[in-house]
Every structure is written in C-alpha cells, then in structure tokens.
C-alpha cells in the first residue's frame, strides 16, 4: 500500500533547504517499495514520475553496457523526456563509446554533478551538448557490473535549472541503486520471464541469518562452516540475486518470497 504524505515548505533538516527532512524519507521509500515490485516496462517509467516529487528534473536516462578497448558498448536504454534531438544529436556527435561521462559512471560508484562533471571527467562528454538544448544542471550515477552482470549502468537526471546541490546528491544517492537494480530485474526477464533465481538449501540458511543481522563468522559459528565457506555462498546469493551488498541480497530475497519475514 503506498503511503500518503503531503510536501512541506519548510525543511526540519536545516536552514539552507540542503538536507531530507521526513517528508522525503517517506517519499523515498515509497519510490524504493515501488522499485522492489517494478515487473514492467511502464512501472519502471513510473518510478521517474514518482521521483520527480523529491528531485526536480525535465528528463532522464538509464543505460547498460560493456566496456570495451574502444569505449562502451551499450546494450540497452530507455530515455525519460530527453528531446528526439538531443538523442540524435548526440549520437551522431559523440555517442557511448566515446562519451566520458559514461564511462566514468559505469567503472566507478558514486555521484557526479554536471557542475564539476567536466573538470573531473575526461574529455569528451555531452555536457556541452546538453546546455545547447537548455539542460544546465543534473547528476550521473553508475554502477560497476554486479556478480550476475557484466554490463556496467547508470542513471543520468537533467534539468534546465543552474543549480545543484547537497540535498540532490542526497536524493540520487539513494534513489539509483534502487533504480538500477530495477532496470537489471526488466533487462533480465526480458531474456527470461518466468526465470525465478534458484538457492540452495544452505544459502537460504545463510539468508536467514543475514535477515538476523548476523556476520559471516557468526554464521560459521551457528553453521559449522568456514567463515570463507560463508562468504562464498554469500558472494552466490549476490550473484544470483544481483546485489551489490548483503542487505540488497536479503531485501530482494524477502521480495521474492525465498525466505520468510518471521
């Protein structure tokens, strides 16, 4: 069930309106719950109208693909608002596989301003392309290939506002693994619908006990095994589930109804 909250204009977090208050706490959330039961191409799209009440922003863009010697291949897209023009204009001028940008988000984690994005990235990017349509400011976030996938992908938001600041990396922050991972689970059942992730008896164990809260050596202790023999069904429950940490892994298996919530 979704929660109901209004907005507020008066931020709790701080003075300088750069912090989450409450209100976007319980938004974010909902976004996230949305995220874990995203099964279509059209809830998938929905989640980016959903997150327009905590990040303001015109248009966005999700990619996937494999580094290669020349650059990134990409292996799949979908665009949120970005001008047909745009699109073939930067195909035609710069493209993935050359775009610095891209490439700095899917070999590295973290966030990147469009502010500074062409001071810390190597040239050349779509920066300069995206302020000839009127899109001055936003974030790129990316993700690493996970255990399962070998394609790295990120999430891009642009707007045509001149600001950027600490409240919106916040934001982002939050949102794109959650995003990203989603993007994987459609990509995924597009090559197969009914593929339901098969764990084994002892890594549905080790599963509960991650739900507890418990380290590998404590599971080692309660299970009799090697604290490495832990963390590789842990790192296979990552692979098969395709997380990046122990509580995603935990998350989406209590999503997918392969342990128990008691």
């Not at 995203?38 to 996937?64: I, N």
């Not at 050359?98 to 700095?104: A, E, I, L, T």
Request: aromatic share 6%; with cysteine; glycine share 10%.
């Amino acid at each position: 069930m979704r929660r109901q909250s209004g907005r507020t204009t008066a931020r709790k977090g701080g003075t300088d309106g750069n912090l989450l208050d409450g209100t976007d706490a319980v938004r974010l959330l909902d976004i996230i719950e949305a995220c874990l039961n995203c099964g279509k191409q059209e809830d998938f799209t929905s989640l980016f109208s959903d997150s327009r009440d905590v990040l303001p922003f015109d248009c966005a863009l999700v990619l996937s693909g494999r580094l290669e010697a020349r650059g990134v291949a990409v292996a799949d897209g979908v665009s949120i608002g970005f001008p047909t023009a745009w699109i073939d204009a930067y195909l035609a001028k710069l493209g993935p596989q050359r775009d610095g940008v891209v490439k700095g988000a899917m070999t590295a984690r973290g966030i990147q301003s469009w502010c500074d994005a062409h001071v810390r990235l190597e040239q050349p990017n779509a920066l300069a392309l995206c302020r000839d349509f009127g899109l001055r400011s936003g974030y790129v976030a990316g993700l690493p290939p996970t255990f399962e996938e070998r394609e790295g992908r990120l999430v891009c938001f642009g707007g045509a506002s001149a600001t950027a600041d600490s409240r919106g990396e916040a934001v982002v922050r939050c949102l794109a693994p959650h995003l990203l991972l989603a993007f994987s689970r459609l990509r995924r059942a597009k090559r197969s619908p009914s593929g339901q992730p098969v764990v084994s008896p002892r890594e549905k164990e080790v599963l509960q006990w991650l739900k507890q809260g418990k380290s590998s050596w404590d599971i080692s202790r309660i299970l009799g095994i090697r604290e490495r023999t832990v963390n590789f069904h842990v790192a296979n429950i990552m692979r098969k589930l395709g997380t990046y940490n122990r509580a995603q892994a935990v998350a989406a298996a209590l999503h997918r109804q392969l342990i128990d919530f008691d």
